[in-house]
């Protein structure tokens, strides 16, 4: 299925073709039944707030950020569990893909950037974010900010893994270990 604006559609109409198409790609099911019911109308909207709110912290356009279920956290509400969001931004110049699960230490205003663990490979919370500046200053290879708490999570990890118990500075200790991502992988060299 194609992602792109078809011929002859332009301006507006074409930008919401394509943004439709896009959502359809990511949660085919989510998409098409959003219209079903309050509840799921709700969920629709309430991850539409969440796209337009981490794409003005993150200064990316609206129609980058696409929010579908996490297939691996589910959170406690009074009717039950639900699953989490999971964020994913596409940067259209470079087709890169940004995942986010929300912080919910600070709901609705910050994101915990996931990445790949640099000892098992799972994927792991590894920078809060609550604007540019914070995702900046993880992928800066001069910052001298250690992994977050959350990377320390065992749960996270595959069984085995020595990246997780290896951290043991406070947070926002000097960076003493390599940072939680692969050789590369988000960091901006100069």
Do not use: K
């Not at 915990?112 to 919370?125: Q, R």
Request: net charge negative; charged share 20%; proline share 8%.
């Amino acid at each position: 299925m194609s992602t792109g604006t078809p011929p002859g559609i332009i301006g507006l109409a074409g930008r919401a073709v394509r943004v439709a198409h896009a959502h359809r790609a990511a949660d085919r099911d989510g998409f098409l039944c959003r219209n079903n019911s309050a509840e799921q109308w709700n969920r629709w909207a309430r991850r539409a707030r969440v796209a337009r709110t981490i794409a003005t912290a993150l200064q990316v356009h609206v129609d980058s950020v696409i929010v579908t279920d996490d297939p691996q956290r589910e959170y406690s509400t009074r009717d039950g569990t639900v699953p989490g969001d999971l964020i994913t931004v596409t940067e259209h110049l470079t087709g890169r893909l940004w995942r986010f699960v929300p912080d919910n230490t600070t709901p609705g205003t910050a994101w915990l950037l996931l990445d790949l663990c640099p000892g098992c490979g799972a994927e792991i919370p590894v920078a809060h974010v609550a604007g540019l500046a914070d995702l900046g200053d993880h992928l800066d290879p001069g910052s001298d900010l250690s992994p977050i708490a959350e990377a320390r999570d065992d749960s996270l990890h595959a069984p085995g893994c020595t990246f997780a118990p290896s951290i043991e500075e406070p947070f926002g200790a000097p960076r003493s270990t390599q940072p939680p991502h692969t050789a590369g992988e988000h960091r901006v060299t100069t």
